[in-house]
C-alpha cells in the first residue's frame, strides 16, 4: 500500500526540481553547463555539476576556483593592493557546509530537493 505515495512523492520531487530553486543544477547536469557558485568563505566556483543531492552536496568538474588576497605589508608601508587568484580542480566534491552559513532560507529550501544523474 505504500507504493502509491511513494510515487506521488517522486512525482512531487521531479516536479520541484524543474521548476524550484535547484532548477538551475538540474539543467547544469543536462546540458553540461557551467554554473557559478559563491562559497561562504567569499570563494567562487566554476564548473559542470556532475551530481547533487537534496542537502546541495555537488560532484563539480573542471572546476576553476576564484578568490582574492590581500598581501601583507609591514609598518609604515602603503596598503597593498588586492591580487585576484585562482585554481584548477579536475573533480570536486562540496558539502553544504561550504556553501551557506545555516540557518538561512536557502540552506531550507535545498533539504528538500535530491537529483542524481
Known sequence: MSRPMEEDT???EEEEFNTG???VLMMSVKNNTQVLINCRNNKKLLGRVRAFDRHCNMVLENVREMWTEVPKTGKGKKKALPVNKDRFIMFMYSTR???FKPPTALHLICSKYCIYE
Open 10 to 12: 517522486t512525482k512531487n
Open 21 to 23: 530553486p535547484l532548477s
Open 97 to 99: 557546509e561550504m556553501l
